[in-house]
């Protein structure tokens, strides 16, 4: 201090007001020191902030990725179950088919077999209708056989009395001429036959 007291007013004046600017100077340092220190601070907040917030979502979102795995690990379970009943069922199916065709194999032949005895029916039916045909053929020719030469005497004594005189003697019965073919068996014919 005694160097103060030493120094003239003026140099004391020039001194302090030098050293007044030097605080002022390391204010204003320390005052933009701590201004750029709070200013880091607040970035470093605000850095800190958003990784927070980050990790806030990343967490979130590991979460809903998690519920996702498991919800697609639980469909991945249903669909695997389900292929297996869908791989059972066309195991069973394809058995079903197996059996299915030989049931058919046996079917077509049995069929074959059927349609063997249908023909050879077919054929014995054939057969008898023919052979009823053919009987019937041969009854109408007896039967007709039998009654064409009575109705054609009939005829034939119908034209005679028409074609005769009423009191003539030709019109009796005996006398009435009757073709060889329509002639009663076992009778003499007419006169009109012994006059041929």
Known sequence: MADFRTMKKHKMFLTLKRDLAMAVQAVHMAKELVNNSHRQIKEEEGRRI?????FALGEKRIHELNTKLTEADRERKSAKAALQGAERQVENQCKQLRQTEDELVVAKEHIGVLKKKLEEAENAMEKVKQEGYDVGV????ETLRVEVPG???????????EAVEVSSALRRAENVYYPPAIRASGSSGSKADNLS
Do not use: G, H, I, P
């Open 151 to 161: 109705v054609c005497r009939t005829y034939c004594l119908q034209v005679w009395n």
């Open 138 to 141: 041969a009854e109408t020719e």
């Open 50 to 54: 958003a990784a927070v917030d980050s």
